[in-house]
């Protein structure tokens, strides 16, 4: 932190002056890596805010890493999310979306997202989450510098009209030990798909832990997990 007239700088100022520019954005879409995967978000939606879907796949779509699809299985009990998407994607070739039977079990809705994902990376991803535009860049980045099969970022929170940043949870490096006491890695988990292949889909048994099982499956079939040491979520 910068002294501002003898006071630590508010934290929402620090975390705006660490976003990439427009310009580190151009640089981002020109550069190339040696693995250069097609990076599948995955999420699932049951009665969710169109509000917030919204704005879910604003950011997703504004990824600076071109090669991105976003898979979204619906398991909602009413047609409001389906007909969003029409109206406001229906020409979206990035995006896919599926319509199931009524099911309000988040787990077995992400595993139909992901049935569907045809990319190398998958990162299942919340409707109510927003991505930052460097997501998928600096994954794929750190997956190529560290030659790892999963990778996580740091968290943040906006307050709902957007404009602060709030609650911060900066991680620790890939830690077996403290994953087992309490699932740390959170969202923002990428994996390649051999990985999660081997690993298994989201397991509907585990409850509102679905993703905390998923994550240790993954990191026991991983070579490498990797940290991204920046708020991307």
Do not use: W
């Amino acid at each position: 932190y910068e002294a501002q007239e003898g006071r630590p700088m508010e934290y929402d100022d620090y975390s705006r002056r660490g976003r990439a520019s427009h310009e580190e954005l151009r640089r981002q879409r020109k550069e190339t890596f040696a693995f250069e995967p097609l990076v599948s978000f995955c999420m699932q939606v049951y009665n969710v805010s169109n509000k917030n879907l919204r704005k879910m796949i604003d950011s997703l779509l504004s990824q600076s890493y071109r090669k991105v699809e976003i898979c979204i299985a619906d398991g909602s009990t009413n047609d409001d999310t389906k007909k969003f998407i029409e109206d406001s994607y229906g020409t979206e070739s990035k995006l896919h979306y599926i319509r199931l039977e009524e099911d309000p079990v988040t787990a077995s809705n992400l595993a139909e997202a992901m049935k569907i994902a045809a990319g190398d990376v998958i990162i299942p991803v919340d409707a109510n989450d927003i991505a930052d535009p460097r997501t998928a860049y600096e994954i794929v980045k750190y997956m190529n510098r560290e030659a790892a099969d999963a990778a996580y970022t740091d968290e943040d929170r906006v307050t709902p009209e957007g404009f602060f940043y709030t609650s911060p949870k900066f991680k620790p490096d890939f830690s077996p030990d403290y994953l087992r006491s309490n699932n740390y890695i959170g969202s923002f988990f990428a994996v390649r798909r051999e990985v999660h292949t081997k690993a298994g889909l989201p397991d509907l048994n585990y409850g509102d832990a679905y993703m905390y099982d998923f994550i240790f499956r993954c990191c026991e079939n991983a070579r490498k997990v990797a940290h991204v040491p920046i708020a991307l979520s």
